[in-house]
C-alpha cells in the first residue's frame, strides 16, 4: 500500500471547545489540523498555507460562514468546505450548499459523522484533482496542430508569423478542418496566452442575445436584465477574442463589431458610457465571405478589416499524406482518454483510411478513431472496427440489413444534404423547412458530416 500524505484540515470556529473536540478527533485520525478563531483570519490561512478541507462554523460575530464562502467563491479558491451548523438552522445550511459547500455537520457534532464527511469530501477533492490532471495532460499532448504535408506547413508557418503580432486574422475552411484549434494555438502562441481566450458563436445566439454577451449590459436594459452584467468583450480584455462562424453574425450587428474592432470602443447595451478594451480578434468561417459581400449579406469594410491575414485551412482530401499521422495522433489520444491499450493501426486499416474522401475531415476522421477505440478489444486496430467508408451517396449505403437506428442516420444525413441543396446551402432557410432549430440543424450537420 502506498501511503499519501497527511492531508491538512483548517478549522474556522470561534468556540475554542469545538476546535479542542475536532482537533483531537482529527488528529487521532491522522490529519494535520490547523486552526482559526476567527474568519479573518481564517480566509488568510486559505490562501497561504492552504489546506485540503475547511471546516467552518456558520454563526461567528463579525464576519460570519456565508461571507466567508462567498469570498472564497469570488476569489476562486479551491478548497472544498463543510460547513458546520446549529442544530435546527436546516435552512442557513441549504444556502451554503448553494453557495458552493461541499456538505454540512449539524452541532453537536457526533464524532463517527465528522470522520466520514470529512473522508468523503477529501476522497473526492482528491479525485477532482486526478481527473484534472488527466484531462490536462491529454489537452497539452493532444490539443495541438499537426500535420506535415506542405499545406499545413504552410498553414503553420504563417501562423507562427502572425500569432505575436496584434493582427486580425481570418481563418477559412470547410466544416472540421481544425479552425478553432488552429485560433487557440495562434492564442497560445501569442504573448497574451496568459489571458483570455474568449470564444463567441455568431450562429447559435439570437441578436438581443448576441449584442448583450458581447458588450453587456446596464440592469433593467431589458426584460430580465436584472443586474449589470459584463459582456465577453470586456472579459476578453487583454487578451484574445474568437469569433466563430462570423459569416452568421446579423447584418445588423457587424456595424458595431467593425466599431469595436477599429476602436476598441464600446457600450453596454442600454447604456450611455463609452467602454475600451483591448483585444485581439481572431475570426472564421467556412463561408465564402466573399459571396456573401457580393450577395449583400455581409459587410464589405468588415470582411476588409478582418481579411488581414487569411489562414486557409486544407481540406483532409488536399492532403491525404497526413492521414497516417493523424490517425496515429488521435489513437493515441482516445485510447489514453479511454484508459486502453490501443497500440497501433493495422497498415490494412491506413489504406482504408486513405482511400476515403473525409468530407467531414479531421474531425470524421477523429470520430472515425475514437469510434474505432471504442469498439477494439486487443492492440490494433483492425479495418472491420471502422465505420463503412465509402464515397457512395448515403443512399446507397441504405442497404437491407442494416440496423435501422443506422439506416436511420443515413437517411437523415441524405435528407439533409438534399435539402441543404433546395435552399442554395442557407442553413435558416433549410431549418425552416426541416421545421427544426437551426441551432440543432447546425449540430447535425456537424455530427452526421453533413458537407456543405
Ligand atoms: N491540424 C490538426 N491537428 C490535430 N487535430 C486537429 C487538427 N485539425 C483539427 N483537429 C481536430 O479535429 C476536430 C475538429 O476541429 P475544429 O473543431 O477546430 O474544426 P472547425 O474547422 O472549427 O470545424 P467547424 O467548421 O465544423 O466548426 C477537433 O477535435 C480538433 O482537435
Ligand atoms: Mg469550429
Redesign the pocket.
Known amino acids: 500500500m502506498t501511503s499519501s500524505p497527511q492531508k491538512k484540515i483548517l478549522i474556522i470556529d470561534d468556540d475554542p471547545q469545538i476546535r479542542m473536540l475536532l482537533k483531537d478527533r482529527l488528529e487521532a485520525n491522522d490529519y494535520a489540523v490547523i486552526q482559526a478563531e476567527n474568519s479573518v483570519t481564517g480566509l488568510e490561512l486559505t490562501k497561504t498555507d492552504p489546506p485540503d478541507l475547511l471546516l467552518l462554523d456558520l454563526q461567528m460575530p463579525e464576519m460570519d460562514g456565508m461571507e466567508v464562502l462567498q469570498h472564497i467563491r469570488q476569489q476562486a479558491l479551491d478548497v472544498p468546505v463543510v460547513i458546520m451548523t446549529a442544530f435546527g438552522s436546516i435552512e442557513r445550511a441549504m444556502d451554503a450548499l448553494k453557495l458552493g459547500a461541499y456538505d454540512f455537520l449539524p452541532k453537536p457534532c457526533k464524532p463517527d459523522h465528522i470522520m466520514m464527511v470529512v473522508k468523503n469530501a477529501i476522497e473526492r477533492k482528491e479525485m477532482q484533482e486526478q481527473n484534472q490532471y488527466l484531462r490536462q495532460e491529454i489537452e497539452r499532448q ?6 506535415e504535408s506542405d499545406a ?1 506547413r504552410h498553414v503553420m508557418d504563417l501562423a507562427r508569423s502572425v500569432a505575436p503580432s496584434k493582427t486580425t486574422v481570418l481563418i477559412g ?10 485560433a487557440r494555438s495562434i492564442h497560445a502562441m501569442s504573448d497574451r496566452r496568459d489571458k483570455p481566450f474568449v470564444q463567441v458563436n455568431c450562429t447559435t445566439l439570437s441578436e438581443q442575445l448576441i449584442e448583450s454577451d458581447l458588450f453587456g449590459h446596464e440592469k433593467g436594459a431589458f426584460t430580465g436584465a436584472i443586474k449589470r452584467k459584463k459582456g465577453r468583450f470586456e472579459l476578453a480584455n487583454k487578451g484574445t477574442m474568437f469569433l ?2 462570423i459569416g452568421d453574425l446579423p447584418l445588423s450587428l457587424q456595424a458595431k463589431l467593425l466599431h469595436v474592432i477599429e476602436y476598441g470602443e464600446f457600450q453596454r447595451v442600454g447604456g450611455t458610457d463609452t467602454l475600451t478594451a483591448d483585444v485581439r480578434f481572431i475570426a ?1 468561417t ?1 463561408k465564402d465571405l466573399q459571396k456573401e459581400v457580393r450577395e449583400n449579406r455581409f459587410r464589405e469594410d468588415l470582411y476588409y478589416r478582418l481579411n488581414v491575414v487569411t489562414v486557409q ?1 486544407p481540406a483532409l482530401r488536399t492532403r491525404m499524406n497526413d492521414i497516417p499521422l ?1 490517425a496515429d ?2 489513437l493515441k489520444k482516445h485510447s489514453k482518454a479511454m484508459q486502453k491499450n490501443v497500440i497501433r493501426l493495422a497498415p490494412a486499416t491506413i489504406e482504408q483510411l486513405k482511400k476515403y474522401s473525409w468530407p467531414g ?3 470524421e476522421l ?1 470520430n472515425a478513431i475514437e469510434r474505432a477505440v471504442v469498439l477494439s478489444y486487443g492492440s490494433e486496430i483492425t479495418p472491420n472496427l471502422l465505420p463503412q467508408l465509402s464515397d457512395a451517396s448515403e443512399k446507397d449505403r441504405i442497404n437491407i440489413g442494416l440496423p435501422l437506428d443506422e439506416a436511420m442516420v443515413h437517411f437523415k444525413k441524405e435528407f439533409i444534404t438534399r435539402t441543404l441543396q433546395s435552399v442554395d446551402n442557407n442553413q435558416s432557410k433549410a431549418a425552416k423547412l426541416l421545421n427544426i432549430q437551426r441551432t440543432y440543424l447546425n449540430r447535425l450537420i ?1 455530427e452526421l458530416g453533413v458537407t456543405i
Open positions: 493532444y490539443h495541438m496542430v499537426i500535420g499545413m475552411g470547410e466544416s472540421g478542418t481544425g479552425k478553432q484549434l488552429m466563430d462562424e472564421a467556412n485551412l493523424f495522433h488521435f475531415n479531421i474531425r477523429e456537424k
